[in-house]
């Protein structure tokens, strides 16, 4: 590490620089502006929004901030690398909406190590590797690490992914662990964890890692991620979970476009019942959107074609640190919502608050409400999966639907 800032201003830095490359590739400043103004949307996801403070023109800047600090950003290198995972993680950055602009922003990246999408094999490819190891760098990881009988398990060029993963952390001035996998092992963490698999963060410990949830992340929030360490040369406020909290600092459930049907108690009971018919609440056939921290509803996917609530599936939470063992099955509903003190449902706490609005009550949103989610898990014991911040105010009060 070099100060807090990542060392984003050293001998790492080459010409040309952002806006340069941008209009050197036939964008305007327009484009540019414009690309700008939809990052800018996604840093205030989660804002803490107290207008006119620093912090919140740091958390949520305008365009026209994110405009200046990205266009004279010039390129540092990037290890990117892939461990065990499925390559939707690089999928999911490589077909991210804004494709046009958005690829001549990862082109500001040096990305000069990506056994995925680079050209280079063998031994070329392992000295591209080692080369950027010996000099500062931006390192992202995709995938788990696996710990299990030596790390046999992974192998690149014939070293474990551990030891690469440490070598290439060595210099690397930020480290962002990208996907479920890289977060905390995901799928393949998942009982009995065959391989030992763990996250980023367990293996290297003295630096700060950014993590970025999701089976697979949206595109949209990887980018702006990197963005945001590139414009402001430091990492994001972050949760507990080392998410960047401009992202992921809010329930699915708390925007999601079918809550009144929640709030109103009508559940989808079947995938092809009048309810999924009709669009209600998918919290019966298993939706874990009321314990999921993600920008899904908001940001959505494929520029905002739609997400996995819209298109009518439940979602499975994969956000949130343990998923598979926590959610699973994922199409049966969640047992336990604990919130007022008490013990009740999920769907106890959605007939309350209709009871509130029958009574023409203004009420707040559900983040001032629940406070833990509980779980049965298989072998009948109690499990917290996900707590709030029981003091959580939303921005606005908001009517209940009737
Ligand atoms: Fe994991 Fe990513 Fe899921 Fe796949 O790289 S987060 S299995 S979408 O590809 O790591």
Redo the contacts with the bound molecule.
Sequence with gaps: MTGDNFGLSGPIWKKPTLLENVLEAGFSRRDFLKYCAELAGIFTVGAPLVAGTAAAQEAAPTAEAVADALGKVTKPNVVWL???????????VLRSGYSTIEDVVLNLLSVNYNELVMAAAGTAAEKAMRDTFAAEHILVV???VPTKDNGIYCMIGGQTAESVLRDAAENASAILA??????YG???AARPNPTGAKGVDEIITGKPVVNVS????IGEVITATITYLLTHGKPPKMDAEGRPLFAYDQRIHDSCPKRAHYDAGQYVRRFDDEGARNGWCLYKVGCKGPSTFAPCPIIQWNMKASWPIGAGHPCIG?TERDFFDKFTPFYEELPDIKGFGVDVNAERVGLGLMGVAAAGAVVHGAGTIITKVGMKTKDGTDKTVAEFDGVREPAATQEADQ
């Design positions: 892939q461990l065990q995972e499925c390559t939707g993680c690089m999928e999911s995709n995938g788990s990208v996907g479920a996998c890289a977060v995901s799928v393949q999701g089976c697979p992340p994969c």
